[in-house]
């Protein structure tokens, strides 16, 4: 069966292309993917996502409220999804530290939810218009306890677009909070889209079911049935660990099987969940493994490479959590270094290591400051990584 | 549903539009499959509304076209940039490497971005506001673009529009068409007619006009 996905991500430019930032391509994919809630605190560099979500909403029916703070934000949307709306919000770094407590709260009692952060240079205020990647593990360990977390990174405007679309279908199988992330340059950055995305793989009601209490059938015996607010049954919703009728539970064994269930639900399905691209495929002494805008440098510096015939090839993951465990270990078996450039101090570096090291060298390329990676600087690296194995 | 999916269902069931003729695009950078362009002035000026709307236009042409901007937070005054790049294929890294047509619109601009001119790039500048030509080897045209603006459109804030109009017939990175269709839908509702003088004025700029108002 071919995955939906595999349309999305295909690279086309033709003549029904417009010109769009990438923010706004982000709320464009929500609103085509059904989203009809959003509540959200501007931030730079996100605020044009709700800026497009404020104007976009009423126009389709929906709900834009702007909340007093960011965990209101959440909380709201947390809200619309228990009573049969996916809520999304839009922030960057600050306001995605204060939204952790509510993403273990939505991940407990399985609210599906999309929050983008766009990441700007931290921690703290930090810079608030320049490029970072630094949020990373938050996404991924944000929030306290074992939890399981999907999280996407768009590297172009038409990521934008389309893995806002994979975000909104992601949480609502799984019953989670996926979360998007995107960077400065990503979100800011305007470029050439084809319309002819959006139309011809416009994904399905099938694909977007948003009736309350509504479970993919494939997904039954995994993803529990929700409560629904509002709806003839007694709901109860909480925090604590609960058993299936949604009322906290003292029993061990049960707390067990729930705190495993809500992992596996995510961890079983990454053939599903995991998206990536490789370029040059089997033919590389070394692979640029990058995400983000980071993947644009590896792409452009595997042109560069080509040129020079220096034998590279590139692992554009397009999903970080739940690791890539398959694809990262299979590149890992045939090249010799996989190189990682990062706009953090090597946080997916670390992740990519413990999966890989068994066949490969890691080598991490993290940078901060606020400029992006140029294909140059990979390129030197690549250049240093094969020179040496050759005076070996 | 948004106006972007809906125009593309229309497309969609119709089947995808025939091709139209490539449009014609003629200027010293015409002929280059990869061209950097970086606007710097300072803020208010409408540095910013320049790249857009070449972007724009260069989407027009079908092209690949990827534009960033960066500005001091001032409203006024302060530094302003807008950077695109057009090209036949995907564009991957996203900012400029080697620039080959730099526009500047104040001293500081010129003074600062020069020297990531390529040597076969082009610099054109505004010199009543660039007064000092910084040193470069390559292609230099000056055009007094705000004293025609203030002068023969009327209206000092159509600058960017009429150097934009200047650029586009000097160098040919987009078609006139584009820029014609960029332009009206760019600009603010009921500024169309002025803008377009003023792109009109700009396409209308030649040779004999380069430096000579300026010195």
Request: charged share 20%; with cysteine; glycine share 10%.
């Amino acid at each position: 069966m071919e995955l939906w996905h595999t349309h999305l991500l295909r690279e086309k430019v033709d003549q029904s292309s417009l010109l769009v930032q990438g923010n706004r391509a982000c709320a464009l994919g929500a609103l085509d993917a059904g989203v009809r809630f959003f509540a959200g605190y501007p931030i730079t560099p996100s605020s044009e996502i709700m800026e497009a979500m404020a104007y976009e909403l009423p126009r389709v029916g929906g709900v834009f409220v702007q909340m007093e703070d960011e965990i209101a934000s959440i909380c709201a949307c947390i809200g619309a999804s228990l009573s049969g709306r996916l809520g999304m919000t839009a922030t960057s770094g600050p306001g995605f530290s204060l939204m952790q407590e509510a993403i273990g709260y939505a991940i407990m009692v399985e609210a599906p939810l999309v929050i983008v952060d766009v990441m700007r240079e931290g921690p703290s205020t930090g810079r608030v218009s320049v490029p970072s990647q630094g949020d990373v593990m938050q996404a991924r360990w944000g929030t306290h306890g074992d939890h399981p977390a999907i999280v996407l990174a768009a590297s172009t405007v038409a990521d934008m677009y389309r893995l806002t679309m994979a975000a909104v279908r992601f949480s609502q199988r799984f019953r989670t909070p996926v979360i998007l992330l995107a960077d400065e340059m990503v979100g800011h950055i305007r470029e050439s889209f084809s319309p002819e995305l959006v139309g011809r793989y416009r994904l399905t009601s099938g694909d977007f079911d948003f009736t309350p209490g509504y479970v993919h059938p494939e997904l039954v015996r995994e993803v529990h049935p929700p409560h629904v607010l509002g709806s003839e049954t007694h709901p109860h919703v909480t925090g604590c660990t609960h058993d299936e009728t949604g009322f906290p539970t003292k029993d061990s064994g049960e707390s067990e099987r729930f705190l495993h269930g809500l992992y596996d639900k995510v961890t079983n399905h990454r053939d599903e969940l995991c998206l990536y691209d490789v370029k040059n495929e089997g033919k590389g002494r070394v692979c640029i493994v990058a995400y983000g805008s980071c993947a644009r440098s590896a792409r452009a510096a595997w042109r560069l490479a080509d040129q020079e015939g220096l034998p590279v090839e590139v692992l554009h993951l397009y999903t970080l959590f739940p690791l890539p465990v398959e694809i990262i270990q299979t590149v890992a078996r045939r090249v010799e270094f996989m190189l990682v450039p990062e706009l953090n101090l090597g946080q997916y570096a670390r992740e990519v290591r413990k999966l890989a090291e068994p066949w490969t060298t890691v080598i991490s390329m993290g940078k901060v400051g606020g400029n992006l990676i140029t294909p140059r600087e990979i390129l030197n690296e690549v250049t240093r990584l094969i020179g040496k194995y050759e005076s070996v | 549903m948004s106006a972007l999916s809906q125009s593309s269902q229309d497309q969609v069931a119709e089947g995808m539009a025939e091709p139209s003729p490539a449009l014609v695009r003629t200027g010293v950078l015409a002929d280059r499959d990869f061209v950097e362009v970086r606007f710097g002035g300072s803020g208010g000026q409408g540095v910013v509304l320049m790249g857009i709307i070449l972007a724009t236009a260069a989407n027009y042409d079908h092209r690949c076209v990827v534009q960033t901007e960066s500005y001091g937070p001032e409203a006024r005054g302060g530094y302003s940039r807008s950077d695109v790049i057009i090209s036949n294929d995907p564009i991957d890294y996203p900012k400029l490497v080697k620039i080959d047509l730099l526009v500047a619109l104040s001293q500081d601009a010129a003074d600062a971005y020069v020297k990531t001119l390529q040597k076969n790039g082009v610099l054109i500048y505004d010199c009543e506001k660039v007064t000092t030509i910084p040193a470069f080897a390559g292609k230099t045209i000056g055009v007094p673009f705000s004293r025609i603006a203030k002068e023969e459109i009327g209206k000092a804030q159509t600058a960017n529009v009429l150097t934009l109009g200047a650029v586009v017939g000097i160098t040919g990175i987009v078609s006139v068409e584009s820029i014609q269709r960029a332009v009206l839908e760019e600009v603010p509702a009921g500024t169309q007619e002025l803008n377009g003088r003023a792109l009109a004025r700009g396409l209308a700029i030649d040779q004999s006009e380069w430096q000579a108002h300026c010195k």
